[in-house]
């Protein structure tokens, strides 16, 4: 079974601030997922790697696949990225629920 | 092109009730799986169809049903309600790079149930 861990569980920040969120995960995967959720609940998938690294704006994530291990970074935090960040997993396929297994979730504030 | 829709957003309904949710994704893609959110047990997956067929289940009981129809459009459907089954249940949208197991998900706004 796939676990995926989370840290940390909370973060608050300084606007401006350089923010990283550390995901690692148990088994092989194909793809690991960055979403934000925002209140009220809508997810938006922010990047899908399965190696290497993904640049979107201020937005970088990194993935060892050799580590087991994953990172969001976020350059010069703004508010309103204040939001609910989750790691979530692909696992390879096998058998069993092939389905998304995620993380907790790390709650990130900025305060201005 | 237009998101993946769910429909409701919020619905209360009572113990024993039962309870349709739907979801449309997004065009051309023929994959749709459903996840419950709770605060205790964060993000779960419930299960995933293709092509009308169910193709994966996550481990929830019996009462959590759901069926895809030939234009891709999903429902989920949980019968005898009880007051743990509040949730915010998310519909994702997915498509897999052909020979790769590579599979992007697009999520929708999710339907809150509240069970009173």
């Known amino acids: 079974k796939n676990e995926v861990e989370q840290s940390p569980q909370n973060l608050t920040a300084q606007e401006g601030e350089f923010i990283t969120i550390n995901c690692s995960y148990s088994?092989?995967?194909?793809?690991l997922h960055w979403l934000q959720q925002h209140p009220g609940g809508g997810i938006v998938s922010l990047f899908m790697?399965?190696?290497g690294k993904k640049k979107h704006g201020r937005l970088i994530a990194t993935i060892n696949i050799q580590e087991k291990h994953s990172s969001l970074h976020i350059t010069a935090s703004h508010p309103r990225d204040s939001a609910v960040y989750i790691c979530?997993?692909?696992?390879?396929?096998?058998?069993?629920?092939?389905?998304?297994?995620f993380g907790k979730g790390t709650h990130l504030i900025i305060q201005p | 092109k237009a998101g993946v829709t769910q429909t409701p957003r919020y619905l209360i309904k009572t113990r024993g009730q039962q309870v349709t949710l739907s979801c449309s994704p997004i065009?051309?893609?023929?994959?749709v799986s459903w996840y419950q959110q709770t605060p205790g047990q964060g993000l779960q997956f419930l299960f995933e169809?293709?092509?009308?067929?169910?193709?994966n289940k996550g481990n929830f009981p019996g009462r959590f049903s759901g069926r895809q129809f030939s234009n891709s459009r999903s429902e989920m459907n949980v019968s005898t309600l009880e007051l743990g089954d509040s949730a915010l249940y998310l519909c994702?949208?997915?498509?897999?790079?052909?020979?790769?197991?590579?599979?992007?998900?697009?999520f929708g706004q999710g339907t809150r149930l509240t069970v009173v």
């Open positions: 979530a997993a692909t696992p390879l396929s096998g058998g069993g629920a092939d389905g998304l297994t």
């Open positions: 088994v092989g995967i194909s793809a």
């Open positions: 994702a949208s997915t498509k897999t790079k052909v020979g790769t197991a590579y599979t992007e998900a697009f």
């Open positions: 169809y293709f092509s009308e067929t169910q193709r």
């Open positions: 065009s051309g893609h023929r994959s």
């Open positions: 790697l399965s190696s």
